[in-house]
């Protein structure tokens, strides 16, 4: 079956724009995470969604990032004001019910 | 002690070597482990599961250590193929189904 896709694979705005980044999880899949990779690190933990509430987003950053999942599905995470420090790779996961977690390919941000 | 925390190496081994990583972690209530396997560029992908003792997956096999609060991957008769970032995942304190990555650990085998 189709996994965890995202959109788009690669992005590059300049410093103050605003940016949305989606993630379309695995069919059936009630959780949603977002994650934050920089070169070098592990992924670094966003937000969770279970069904279509944030359950936990206190590893947003700041008030400049903002995710939503309106239907329980598809979620998007926005941007807002970018700066230079947000380029990294943003990775969605999905899994069902606290099981694995399946990851998209990400969506590399580069902010000018 | 951080929630994770793994040797960045890199390794660097030879065809047909045995290499072991170890990660500690602090969160003495975890139940469940993971390491996920991250090539160059790309997602990471889940290697194995590790909820008792151990775990093993053909050459792979991963270890639990409560009292000590580490896990192991132990790969044996390495592959060039093997070659990749190994991320250590550990349920986060306070957390539910939430985790935490480590940095990873990246093995380069040789010719």
């Known amino acids: 079956g189709a996994g965890v896709s995202q959109t788009p694979s690669n992005k590059v705005t300049e410093k103050g724009k605003y940016v949305e980044l989606r993630c379309d999880p695995i069919?059936?899949?009630?959780?949603l995470y977002w994650y934050r990779q920089s070169l070098g690190q592990g992924p670094e933990f966003l937000i969770y969604?279970?069904?279509?509430?944030?359950?936990?987003d206190s590893g947003l950053p700041n008030d400049r990032f903002f995710a939503v999942r309106p239907e329980g599905s598809v979620s998007t995470l926005k941007i807002q004001r970018t700066e230079r420090g947000d380029s990294a790779v943003y990775l969605c996961a999905s899994s069902s019910s606290g099981g694995t977690q399946y990851f998209g390919p990400g969506t590399r941000l580069t902010v000018l | 002690r951080k929630e994770v925390e793994q040797d960045p190496g890199p390794f660097n081994v030879p065809e047909g070597a045995t290499v072991a990583f170890n990660c500690t972690y602090s969160?003495?209530?975890?139940?469940?482990f993971f390491w996920y396997r991250q090539d160059c560029r790309k997602e990471p992908k889940l290697l194995m599961s590790v909820y008792s003792s151990g775990n093993e997956d053909g050459r792979f096999t991963a270890q639990l250590n409560r009292a000590s609060q580490y896990i192991s991957l132990l790969i044996r008769d390495s592959k060039l193929s093997d070659s990749a970032t190994y991320l250590c995942?550990?349920?986060?304190?306070?957390?539910?189904?939430?985790?935490?990555f480590g940095t990873g650990t990246k093995l380069q085998v040789i010719p």
């Open positions: 969160n003495s209530a975890s139940q469940s």
């Open positions: 069919s059936g899949h009630t959780a």
């Open positions: 969604f279970q069904g279509t509430g944030a359950a936990d």
């Open positions: 995942v550990v349920p986060t304190r306070g957390g539910y189904q939430k985790v935490t």
